[in-house]
């Protein structure tokens, strides 16, 4: 009787501390986009009004880069994830000035957006940037970044990707393909011995991938394992009663 006493005992013991797993499925969907620099639109006072002379140079890191050339400027774009990466250099022989605050960003809705560049902090992004001079024959580094991409939420600032990547479901996936052969824009005006040149870079999705990926995991279950617990202590208890009940009777 002591013996079947301490099996019980041990049997609730395993039955508590027993780990329960469950399988937990994952689906990740994902875009991806190939943008590329389509056109220019050239200030008024050029001889054509817009060009389509833009060259493609790849790195061995296999990152694509476009570049546009006149007689003012010559300036390569990168299109990122969240921003506009480009590198401008000043062709003139004279000082060549930019207006950040009266820089637009068009986005595939056709809604405007202000943008803001490097050294800017997400807290006034909303106040005025002071401009940029560039001096003849010298070239400027920096990124564009739409405000209306910028969002505070719970005290973190977050900036949106420039076209959605990330979905909750295949059909808000599969949209993401309508935005193929749609495009954004840039009016990034350049303002040299006092008179302003209005550049519109055009930049077209050429291709878009979507794609889903389903994983399986495991990880602790709690609430069956509370279940589990509370359901061993109760059958636990019954059992160590009536084994109680049975001593009782076998020693009268």
Avoid at 63 to 90: A, C, G, H, P
Avoid at 166 to 195: Q, R, Y
């Amino acid at each position: 009787m002591k013996r079947l006493y301490l099996f019980a005992i041990a049997a609730l013991f395993a039955l508590q501390s027993c780990t329960v797993m469950k399988d937990v499925t994952t689906t990740t969907r994902q875009a991806t986009y190939s943008v590329s620099l389509d056109k220019v639109e050239l200030p008024s006072n050029s001889k054509e009004r817009f060009s389509e002379t833009i060259q493609k140079e790849n790195s061995d890191q296999g990152v694509t880069k476009y570049v546009f050339e006149d007689e003012n400027i010559r300036i390569f774009w990168l299109v990122l994830d969240k921003q506009f990466s480009f590198t401008i250099y000043n062709k003139t022989n004279h000082a060549l000035k930019i207006n950040w605050d009266d820089v637009v960003y068009v986005n595939t809705d056709k809604n405007i957006s202000k943008m803001i560049h490097s050294g800017i902090k997400y807290s006034k992004m909303n106040e005025g940037q002071v401009s940029t001079t560039l001096p003849k024959g010298a070239k400027l580094e920096d990124i564009l970044v739409p405000v209306d991409n910028i969002h505070l939420i719970s005290n973190e600032w977050t900036t949106l990707p420039l076209f959605p990547n990330w979905f909750s479901s295949d059909e808000a996936m599969e949209k993401a393909k309508t935005l193929e052969g749609e495009s954004v824009s840039i009016l990034l005006p350049i303002k040299i011995e006092d008179v302003q040149n209005d550049y519109t870079f055009s930049f077209k999705i050429d291709k878009v991938e979507v794609n889903s990926t389903t994983t399986t995991r495991q990880e602790h279950d709690y609430d069956a394992e509370f279940t589990r617990t509370m359901n061993a202590t109760l059958w636990g208890t019954l059992g160590g009663i009536g084994l109680i009940v049975l001593i009782a009777l076998a020693a009268i």
